[in-house]
């Protein structure tokens, strides 16, 4: 997908004036990152990284050409997991999810490289390394440069860890914050830009918080908080202690959630 990506947004691309030297510069292009437990992946993931690319190309002059989800590797999430008394799903179960999560978002991706690595765990800067080496080597093959910026996007949590930026030409950070807390300070020379996040509702959800509605086998609660096809492989699977003895197919749930909300609307 990446290759066909950079093939197309690199045909699309066209000089503009610069209205000082009369120079072309052509519109920066970028793929997104985000890494994390994923334990569900929950609405709230996808809304972060979808925020970031509404960011980066209304205010920063790129054009986003793909993002990637990367659900983290278990010798991470399990030992995490254990140690807050929480349970986890095996690493091709939440790959599984994450695919049903962005099935219906053309520009993003489901990454595996993270979740598949034998023996240690990677961390997030080994998994933006990987990334940005593959990406810019389609880019030479494609047209012969290495251009392309990856931004790594995380919360304000995460920040604390790499809010300082990569310190690469080819490396950038877009951080989402609450709503109502201050963005992340932007250094452009670093390729370091904050954003404030689109929704309340959205911000609050949790993976954790989806774990506890599952051990309750509270059906309606999960209305916005996951994804139809998440919520269906749930309950098809009895991932994380679900209860009930039950199981609806994604397109019934959908049915069954958009009825809930007429009947609240009427």
């Known amino acids: 997908y990446l290759r066909r990506a950079i093939e197309t947004h690199s045909s699309k691309l066209s000089p503009i004036s610069d209205g000082d030297e009369g120079m072309g510069v052509k519109p920066k292009l970028c793929v997104l990152l985000t890494t994390g437990a994923m334990n569900p992946i929950q609405r709230g993931h996808g809304a972060m990284i979808t925020r970031a690319k509404f960011a980066l190309e209304r205010h920063h002059g790129f054009t986003v050409v793909a993002g990637c989800v990367s659900p983290s590797h278990d010798r991470y999430v399990g030992p995490k997991m ?7 799903v095996k690493a091709e179960e939440r790959i599984n999810m994450c695919r049903f999560a962005v099935k219906k978002i053309e520009w993003l991706q489901v990454g595996t490289w993270e979740a598949r690595q034998l023996g240690g765990w990677p961390d997030y800067p080994e ?4 990334l940005t080496k593959h990406v810019l080597d389609l880019e030479a ?4 440069t290495q251009d392309v910026v990856v931004f790594y996007v995380c919360g304000t949590d995460h920040a604390s860890y790499c809010g300082g930026g990569f310190r690469h030409h ?14 992340h300070p932007t250094d452009v020379g ?38 139809n096809g998440v919520a269906s492989q749930i309950m098809r699977r009895g991932m994380y202690n679900w209860k009930r003895k039950i199981f609806i197919s994604a397109s019934a749930l959908a049915r069954a959630w958009r009825k809930g909300e007429s009947e609240a609307d009427a």
């Not at 093959?141 to 012969?144: K, P, R, S, T």
């Not at 950038?172 to 963005?183: A, F, K, N, Q, T």
């Open 82 to 88: 254990i140690r807050g008394d929480q349970t986890f």
């Open 190 to 227: 670093r390729l370091i830009f904050g954003a404030g996040a689109s929704s309340k509702d959205i911000e609050a959800l949790s993976s954790s918080g989806v774990r506890t509605v599952c051990e309750n086998g509270n059906i309606s609660q999960l209305h916005g908080m996951l994804h």
């Open 127 to 130: 998994v933006l390394d990987d």
């Open 170 to 183: 080819n490396k950038g950070l877009m951080v989402i914050s609450r709503i109502g807390d201050p963005c």
């Open 141 to 144: 093959d494609v047209n012969g």
